[in-house]
């Protein structure tokens, strides 16, 4: 069904977040380690040793918030999230519209914003439901199929493993990844240490928290003039616990009610 996959996509982002952490660090040689120059006890360690302390940290917490964005897609992810498959949030793929969404134990709600009706439901009944709806929450379980796909994007424990993976080693005729210690910089507030992978036209950067555990904090790749960016914070922190109240929602079949319509309608 088109109108379920727009969602999926935007969840695509999280996955790719994933791979992202996964991939251009997994592997490779480590370039020397220099002096401390506001490195702290980052300072000696090589660039390879770094990467996998901050994996390591990342596949530990039990909980974390996960910002992605990327120049070349309309799609952001914005949760915070634990192993337990709690979360809250917003996923958003642009002008295709936002959901809010939040998800504790195996109950979900999520609110759609006027565009998210619009596209999802086309014609006069997608205009009618933004209006009928607005600001209210559709709450069901992931018994539903469409809310199962969307929670997906809750699920910190397949972020971790998909993260903290083995990446397979790269293919004949193509370079070992090299990595390097970039010079201490300021995330969001936080001092951190970049660990940086140049090949094949990509640039890859790991930021790593210098003073305590050392977190990942940001995650860039840069190639053919384009950027994806994944933001890591709140370690540990939970999830907020408040859910919408009873008054604010309506059952998940109305959605799925209006999209068979909608189709029905079209194929008249």
């Known amino acids: ?90 996923i958003s793929k642009g002008s295709y519209g936002r959901v809010d969404l939040v998800k504790r134990g195996k109950n979900v709600w999520m609110r759609p914003n006027t565009a998210y009706w619009k596209t999802q439901v086309p014609g006069k009944e997608g205009d009618a439901a933004a209006r ?18 969307l929670a997906t994007a809750c699920d910190l424990t397949a972020f971790q493993k998909s993260a903290a993976a083995p990446t397979a080693p790269p293919a004949p005729g193509h370079p070992v990844p090299h990595l390097t210690k970039g010079k201490p910089t300021v995330q969001e507030g936080t001092r951190v240490l970049p660990v940086i992978k140049k090949t094949d036209g990509v640039v890859q950067t790991l930021y790593v928290t210098i003073s305590g555990k050392h977190y990942p904090r940001k995650l860039t790749a840069e190639a053919n003039h384009q950027t994806g960016t994944v933001l890591l914070s709140n370690y540990n922190k939970p999830v907020p616990t408040k859910t919408p109240p009873a008054k604010k929602t309506v059952n998940i079949s109305v959605l799925e009610n209006l999209v068979q319509g909608a189709q029905g309608a079209e194929a008249v």
Do not use: W
């Open 1 to 90: 069904m088109a109108s379920r996959r727009r969602p999926a996509t935007a969840i695509t982002v999280l996955t790719c977040g994933a791979a992202l952490l996964a991939g251009p660090f997994g592997t490779g040689a480590a370039a020397a380690a220099g002096r401390d120059g506001g490195e702290g006890d980052l300072a000696g360690k090589t660039a390879r040793q770094i990467n996998d302390t901050a994996l390591h940290a990342l596949a530990s917490a039990h909980s974390l918030r996960i910002r992605t964005y990327a120049t070349a897609d309309p799609g952001r992810i914005d949760l915070t999230l634990d192993r337990a498959g709690n979360c809250t949030g917003t």
């Open 132 to 149: 009928q709806f607005y600001g209210r929450y559709l709450h069901g379980t992931t018994s539903d199929s469409f809310l199962r796909s």
